[in-house]
């Protein structure tokens, strides 16, 4: 119990993002809002955030451990195709592999990389 309790606030952000997107991806496809001439851009963006923060509250969880970055790249990338299933039963919306390669990869990958390269800056100068 003592272990549980103290992964518990490391698994906090990552549960929220999950739940989160998990939310966003339950809403029907009627109820989307829809934002003319922009729309495609807002709404894979996004993803890109999302699945970047995602990926970030993983590799919190991983303690910022740099050899489990790729970890929580995957268990993003993961989570996404498990999401795009489960979108695939909600009204009026679709599963889409080329948000799960493309835009959910990208923006895990991308979060990752920044976050790399914000430490290692921090690193040399200090």
Do not use: C
Request: net charge positive.
């Amino acid at each position: 119990m003592k272990k549980f309790l103290s992964i518990l606030p490391r698994w906090l952000p990552a549960l929220s993002m999950m739940i989160a997107i998990f939310l966003f991806s339950s809403l029907p496809g009627k109820n989307m809002p829809v934002v003319v001439n922009l729309d495609y851009v807002i709404k894979k963006t996004g993803h890109v955030i999302g699945y970047g923060m995602l990926s970030l509250s993983y590799f919190h969880f991983f303690k910022r451990d740099p050899k489990r970055a790729w970890l929580a790249w995957l268990l993003a990338v993961l989570y996404a195709a498990t999401d795009e299933f489960h979108q695939s039963f909600v009204p009026g919306r679709h599963a889409s592999i080329l948000d799960v390669l493309v835009f959910d990869n990208f923006g895990a990958a991308l979060a990752l990389y920044f976050y790399r390269r914000k430490y290692e800056k921090e690193n040399q100068s200090a």
